[in-house]
């Protein structure tokens, strides 16, 4: 299992558009991805389930992969939160 | 007759055309059982690989009308269309034995009951979004015929229950003069593409749909939230007259918003925004706001579902003082009770609500959920130009109290490692008689004050403002009323500090004048009348005014004073 923390960084949070660009980009990959905020985890391959959680700017969330390309789909992740300043 | 709904304003301006209405077919679901759950999951899928045909078409649509960046709520569309959850929750559903137009039902009230219940506006509007999506697929499944706003060729006026965002996208921007909506906020699609567009929207008017008529001409005003049905000839020159005005009036007045506010003699004052929320902002900056005189943080917590927590607080405090930088923030601490109702929190049960237990009298009786407020805003305190104000101050003794409970916060805070800022202030809002008339000793414990003008007025003339058979006592420039003010700002200036005023009157055009002269310092008003209000303080001498005080203040009558004004702005 791979795992990362972020700080939400783009200003309203994760919205509807950050959401989707997360969302698209884990689709894809096998293994099962999760975001946890406040206790609470949802599939991160569920647009409603991650914009469920209304997580806003500044807020900590952890995004963990468990799979054959945990480890891909971290690095996928990491890649659009720096690409597109949604979290650091 | 013309018949006449009232809603909400949210896009200014004058709309005349016929109306368009967006039916919203029947897409009601009987619950039935059925036999074969397989070939239902299969019936579901091929009408959500149609639907998702259709999105993607709207998509593309989207993208030329309005650019990638606003298409991109077609991709989220998608994925919505496509959620693992949703599909599971669906089929899991089906699996059980029910049909799929049912189990789509069931899942879709699911998700949007958990936007509905979220504590921020904009994602409870998402809920529309979901609820969107979900119809799309439910026409399909049930054979429905869905209208193709995008066959609009001539000019008109929508008239819906509500915008959904599929169906802005399919609008002809260069055919739709406006909107009119049965249910939705500020923040609703309607609203949001109204101000974009630059187009009049009026929603929440309850009725639209059951009022108006396919073809009905409409005179929409968005600025007053007013829509006329069928109006007569007199009405639709007078609008037509008023829509040419609106159109001169904001090409003239684009010049001042990046100009600071000045008068002709050069002196400067600040006009600033009143805000209920963060979305407010884009709006306020386009007008050039200076600062913001007031944000009412109420908006936080009503059609909450609870009360909202620190970090919540603290996130949309945050957020506004960020993106207003070093620019002025004046928060209203909350200001609840009177007309203004909680769904978790009964408010008292009170003969004369506006002289109970409200604003701060409420707060002192809710010292947690106060105490709360106080330390988000402390702690956003670090990420602006944050001055924090009391709302219903009558006594010198609350504003001590207020001010003590918000220094033990800070003094808690700095303990547990929280930075705040050195240079917040702390002012209070003038809006009781009493404060008014002892502002010169409040004055020496305030560092500033704010006048809302709304309850000034209404206490002061003991006419409730909510009842039309005495709103002719609502006058701004009664003579009292006047009184009060000047002592205000006098009492203020005596002391060193600065007053403001965030009532309605702030952005009176027969009030400037009068307000420029008394020395009001700071001017915060709704961000569509900022431009307004700039043009004309630019057009006046402040000298002059300030020569014309004295006389103002021995005059008897509200009428008087108003004439002495028309004939003096000449």
């Avoid at chain 2, 298409?71 to 559903?93: R, W, Y």
């Avoid at chain 2, 899942?107 to 219940?117: G, H, I, L, P, V």
């Amino acid at each position: 299992m791979e795992k990362k923390t972020y700080t939400i960084t783009s200003s309203e949070g994760l919205h509807a558009r950050p959401c989707s660009l997360l969302v698209s980009a884990v689709t894809p990959f096998q293994s099962d991805v999760t975001i946890t905020y406040n206790g609470k985890k949802a599939n991160m391959k569920s647009i409603m389930g991650v914009m469920g959680m209304g997580i806003e700017s500044g807020a900590q969330v952890d995004v963990e992969a468990d799979g054959a390309d945990e480890s891909e789909a971290i690095a996928k992740v990491d890649e659009i939160m720096k690409q597109e300043s949604i979290g650091e | 007759m013309t018949n006449e709904l009232t809603g909400i304003g949210v896009s200014d301006g004058i709309a005349i055309a016929r109306a368009y209405r967006l039916e919203s077919p029947d897409l009601t679901v009987e619950k039935r059982t059925i036999d074969d759950p397989a070939s239902e999951i299969a019936r579901f899928e091929s009408a959500q690989s149609e639907a998702a045909d259709e999105l993607e078409a709207i998509r593309k649509k989207a993208e030329e009308n309005f650019g990638a960046d606003k298409a991109a709520i077609f991709g989220a569309h998608l994925l919505v269309l496509n959620d693992p959850e949703l599909l599971s929750s669906v089929k899991g559903s089906i699996e059980q034995g029910n049909n799929a137009e049912y189990a789509l039902q069931q899942a879709a009230d699911t998700f949007t009951a958990m936007f509905e219940a979220m504590d921020n506006e904009y994602m409870r509007e998402r809920a529309a979004d979901v609820r969107d999506v979900t119809k799309r697929l439910l026409a399909k499944l049930l054979g429905v015929h869905v209208s193709d706003p995008s066959s609009i060729d001539e000019e008109v006026i929508i008239v819906a229950d509500d915008l959904t965002p599929s169906a802005t996208a399919q609008l002809n921007k260069e055919f739709v003069k406006g909107f009119v909506t049965n249910i939705g906020g500020r923040t609703s699609h309607s609203a949001i593409l109204g101000r974009m567009l630059e187009i009049p929207a009026v929603v929440g008017t309850k009725s639209a749909m059951d009022a108006i008529e396919q073809g009905t001409q409409l005179v929409v005003d968005g600025t007053d939230g007013l829509v006329l049905i069928d109006p007569t000839e007199q009405a639709v020159h007078d609008y037509t007259v008023k829509q040419e005005k609106f159109q001169q009036d904001k090409e003239l007045l684009k010049r001042y918003v990046t100009e600071s506010t000045k008068t002709s003699d050069g002196q400067h004052v600040e006009v600033g925004a009143n805000i209920a929320s963060v979305d407010d902002l884009p709006l306020a900056d386009k007008n050039g706001a200076e600062g913001v005189g007031l944000f009412r943080t109420e908006f936080l917590y009503m059609g909450n579902s609870d009360w909202p927590t620190e970090e919540e607080q603290l996130e949309a405090y945050k957020a506004v003082l960020t993106a207003m930088g070093d620019r002025p923030t004046v928060v209203r601490t909350l200001d609840i009770g009177g007309d203004k109702e909680l769904d978790y929190f009964k408010t008292p049960d009170e003969m004369n609500p506006f002289l109970g237990e409200r604003a701060i009298r409420l707060c002192f009786a809710e010292p947690d959920m106060f105490r709360t407020q106080l330390r988000a805003l402390l702690r956003a305190s670090i990420h602006g130009n944050l001055k924090i104000m009391f709302p219903m101050i009558a006594t010198l003794e609350e504003f001590r109290k207020a001010k003590g409970m918000l220094l033990e916060e800070e003094e808690k805070l700095k303990a547990d490692g929280f930075a705040v800022s050195e240079s917040y202030e702390v002012g209070m809002m003038l809006e009781i008689p009493a404060a008014a008339v002892i502002a010169d000793l409040f004055a020496k414990e305030v560092d500033f004050f704010s006048i809302g003008t709304n309850d000034l007025i209404q206490y002061t003339m003991a006419a409730d403002r909510m009842n039309e058979s005495v709103s002719y006592l609502y006058q701004p420039t009664h003579p009292a009323v006047l009184r009060l003010i000047h002592n205000v700002i006098t009492a203020a200036h005596k002391e060193g500090k600065w007053a403001g005023m965030c009532g309605e009157v702030a952005g009176d055009p027969l009030a400037i004048p009068i307000l420029l002269g008394m020395g009001l310092d700071e001017f915060s008003m709704s961000p569509s009348s900022i431009l307004k209000a700039r043009s004309q303080i630019a057009g006046l001498s402040k000298a002059d005014w300030e020569g014309y005080i004295p006389e103002i203040l021995q005059m008897g009558t509200s009428e008087e004073i108003i004439r002495f004004v028309q004939d003096h702005s000449k």
